[in-house]
């Protein structure tokens, strides 16, 4: 991926493709860190919050009694209770994800303890509903995605994540790998509009929707970069080193001005005096300042010195549009698909899917 002044940075942070998912093997609970203990001040505005959050499902306001216990578990993150019952409201707004996350960490908690035992039979359920709801067309066409991005093979990765979101359109993970790999290729516009789609998908308190979320405000900063113009820089090149300051190259500018200036002083201020006087002069003598007739100055270096002058402007200039024309260059690849014949190259592969066998040495695509 070409790469221009200030814009290396940037690139640095391209977010990692997503390998693994709900359902994509057996479905084991990450032990969370240890919780902080609760200060007693915390621990009763918890109890009221839940309390508070009871008489909201009373009244059937699930959204409500959802935000209470979550600022619940936010001041007190050592309850099995309100951990488990964070979970079950999560669970009934189908928001599986996070609510297999509060089962974890209520288990984690020891809510077994408690009297409550379904909660690993809950964790079961949802995990295999995650995996009912995508297709196995689309789960191999999402593992078959993520062996061709990691072989480089953009195009045939991309072609692989659409197929994985025409099987299944409510699964994220196909969208957001297709964003990566779009933004890796340098389709920067086709790469913010499924990081977009990706975060329609998702919570927005997910750690990763926040990523994308930075990731998305970085690419717009990018694409909107003002690049000098390159027939501007050229302009204004021909006022020695006027294009390099134009380009942002101080220190070029600086030094394609001073040669030139050099230059022509140099030239300017040699000269050649021819003294014309009433008689003749022995040789080396000087003519009398009485018998002076005239004096003729000749600059036999003024043309050379300008010379080296104007070609230094001329190589400057031609310089600074080279300069800001491969900074636009640079800005395009990486904002906008490449047009023509791309070659992409990996290590020799045989896949299957769908009784088709594909044997990849060498592609060539055409766009």
């Not at 957001?176 to 308190?205: C, I, K, M, S």
């Not at 690849?333 to 047009?339: G, M, S, V």
Request: net charge negative; glycine share 8%; proline share 6%.
């Amino acid at each position: 991926m070409a790469t221009a002044c200030g814009f290396e940075p940037l690139l640095g942070q391209e977010l990692e493709l997503i390998r693994v998912y709900p359902g994509s093997g057996p479905f084991e609970c990450v032990a969370p860190a240890n919780p902080e203990l609760p200060t007693p001040d915390d621990r009763a505005r918890a109890g009221q919050l839940a309390s508070d959050a009871n008489q909201a499902m009373v009244l059937g306001e699930m959204n409500q009694v959802q935000a209470l216990l979550q600022e619940a578990v936010r001041l007190d993150p050592s309850s099995a209770d309100l951990a488990y019952r964070h979970a079950r409201v999560l669970d009934d707004l189908d928001r599986s994800e996070p609510a297999m996350a509060e089962y974890c960490r209520s288990l984690d908690l020891d809510v077994e303890s408690l009297g409550v035992v379904d909660a690993r039979e809950r964790l079961t359920r949802l995990s295999d509903e995650l995996r009912n709801r995508i297709p196995e067309t689309a789960r191999d066409a999402f593992t078959e995605g993520l062996v061709q991005a990691d072989d480089s093979l953009y195009a045939d990765a991309e072609e692989s994540f659409s197929t994985a979101i025409d099987s299944a359109p409510g699964w994220p993970e196909p969208l957001y790998n297709r964003a990566v790999v779009n933004e890796r290729a340098g389709r920067t516009p086709q790469a913010l509009q499924d990081f977009r789609d990706y975060l329609r998908l998702v919570a927005e308190d997910e750690s990763q929707a926040l990523r994308v979320s930075q990731r998305i405000g970085e690419l717009e900063g990018l694409a909107s970069v003002a690049t000098p113009n390159p027939s501007g820089a050229l302009a204004l090149g021909l006022i020695p080193g006027m294009g390099h300051f134009y380009t942002s190259r101080p220190v070029m500018g600086s030094l394609a001005l001073s040669v030139a200036a050099v230059a022509f002083a140099a030239g300017y201020s040699y000269r050649d005096v021819t003294v014309f006087c009433l008689n003749d002069v022995s040789s080396g003598g000087s003519c009398p300042i009485g018998e002076v007739v005239r004096e003729e100055n000749n600059r036999p270096y003024l043309w050379f010195g300008a010379g080296v002058a104007a070609a230094v402007t001329i190589a400057a200039a031609i310089d600074a549009y080279l300069g800001a024309k491969g900074q636009r260059d640079a800005l395009t690849a990486i904002t906008e698909p490449a047009d023509g014949i791309r070659l992409e190259a990996g290590r020799p592969r045989v896949s299957a899917r769908a009784g088709r066998v594909d044997l990849s040495v060498l592609r060539l695509h055409f766009r």
